[in-house]
């Protein structure tokens, strides 16, 4: 841990101007990276989420699934013990390593690969039934052109009736309603909170705090629900059903995060 590079964030000399896609790798740095767990809490948060991917896959009969936001590896792992046949992809050396740590930890074998989403198919070659791109990781994108590219690689990598699920932050809630009120949204650590530090129309800077007093930040584009829909259309997909923090049914400015299915067919399920 003395390679100070491993273990602080660059934000450069002004942190609200850091904006490229690239940017995140600065920011997933190994002391982060090593934490990254206490902000998730598999436990809380497995029990948070139920079976709610699972279930979406089962019903669709998809079998084949495409982690593109490994991270740490929560949902690949949790896919695995479904029974699953899953690729982990992540475009942060660190999260993979974390994430294949954890699989084996659990006595699971992650299937990892690195991969940037804007190339994804020079890297991860096959069809998939599904993909997930989970854990608000859209957002890392930046550049409306890198989005368009990247959700133009998931839907190049599924087989014609395949799914993507791709989850965001409520960031209309926060956009249109401030946040003024400091409230802290939890991811399910309920000691580490992550707080929106700066928002603009560009940029979600949020604050992560643990309970060992350290801070990491996260610069972010704020991508709006309608927005997102709308992108995903234009690509391609085909019908996008939205839920709320895992219901069919909220308030808009309720839901913490937002949960997109997208198909890639049309086609009555």
């Known amino acids: 841990m003395d390679d100070m590079a491993a273990t602080e964030q660059d934000h450069g000399a002004d942190p609200l101007k850091a904006r490229e896609t690239d940017h995140y790798q600065k920011e997933y740095v190994q002391s982060f990276v090593e934490k990254w767990d206490e902000l998730i809490d598999w436990e809380a948060r497995a029990d948070s989420e139920g079976k709610f991917f699972i279930d979406i896959l089962k019903a669709r009969g998809k079998q ?27 475009g942060n050396t660190e999260m993979l390593a974390k994430a294949f740590k954890n699989g084996r930890d659990r006595n699971l074998l992650l299937q990892t690969v690195h991969a940037d989403w804007r190339w994804l198919n020079k890297d991860v070659h096959g069809k998939y039934d599904a993909i ?31 799914i993507l699920i791709m989850d965001q932050r409520n960031y209309d809630s926060i956009l249109d309603h401030g946040f003024s009120t400091k409230h802290k949204y939890y991811y399910c650590g309920d000691q580490v909170s992550a707080e929106p530090e700066h928002v603009d129309d560009g940029l979600a800077r949020f ?7 350290s801070k990491y930040h996260l610069n972010m584009f704020p991508l709006r629900k309608s927005y997102t829909r709308n992108l995903m259309q234009e690509v391609g997909f085909q019908r996008i059903k939205t839920y709320g923090d895992f219901q069919e049914t909220y308030q808009e400015n309720d839901p913490d995060f937002f949960i997109h299915v997208a198909e890639k067919a049309h086609h009555d399920a």
């Open 64 to 90: 084949d699934v495409l982690d593109v936001a490994t991270g740490t590896g929560f949902h690949s792992v949790q896919l695995l013990k479904a029974g699953f046949d899953v690729t982990s992809a992540d």
């Open 207 to 213: 604050c992560y705090t643990f309970p060992d007093g």
């Open 132 to 162: 997930i791109c989970l854990g608000n990781s859209f957002t890392h994108l930046h550049d409306e052109l890198d989005r368009r590219r990247a959700l133009a690689e998931f839907y190049a990598a599924l087989k014609w009736d395949g």
